[in-house]
């Protein structure tokens, strides 16, 4: 059963300009260790790639009902892809045990981009 649900949508122009700003600051607050390294190495690729995950993660929040704060911090979002694209969310921290009070058994997410913006959309599913 569906609990809840969370969309986002991220210009992603805006994003290049902070991340340009603070770079590697900026991304250690945001993404872990393993989706950095994920991140394709062209410049263009590169930021659609972490637009389209702050986008998750902003989708994801929602669906917890929190937003990204004192019960779901960012890096307790991991966005990971199957082998064929599929993009999934893995809930750790806080958003885990919010996700396990609201009765929130998995969240399934779905993202696209095009030129200008990137958005996601999640899903919180009750077992």
């Known amino acids: 059963m569906i609990i809840a649900t969370g ?3 991220i210009e992603i122009e805006r994003f290049q300009k902070t991340l340009e700003r603070y770079d590697r600051l900026f991304l250690d607050h945001i993404f872990t260790p393993e989706e950095q390294a994920a991140a394709p190495t062209s410049d263009r690729a590169r930021v659609t ?3 389209a995950r702050w986008a998750v993660k902003e989708a994801v929040s929602k669906v917890l009902g929190t937003g990204i ?3 779901c911090a960012w890096t307790d979002i991991l966005v990971q892809r199957s082998p ?7 809930l750790t921290g806080k958003a885990a045990i919010t996700a396990k009070k609201l009765g929130i058994a998995a969240v399934h997410v779905s993202i696209s981009h095009e030129q200008h913006y990137a958005c ?3 899903i919180g599913e009750s077992s």
């Open 7 to 9: 969309i986002d949508i």
């Open 49 to 51: 790639y972490f637009a």
């Open 69 to 71: 704060g004192e019960h």
């Open 84 to 90: 064929l694209g599929k993009p999934s969310v893995t």
């Open 120 to 122: 996601a959309v999640a």
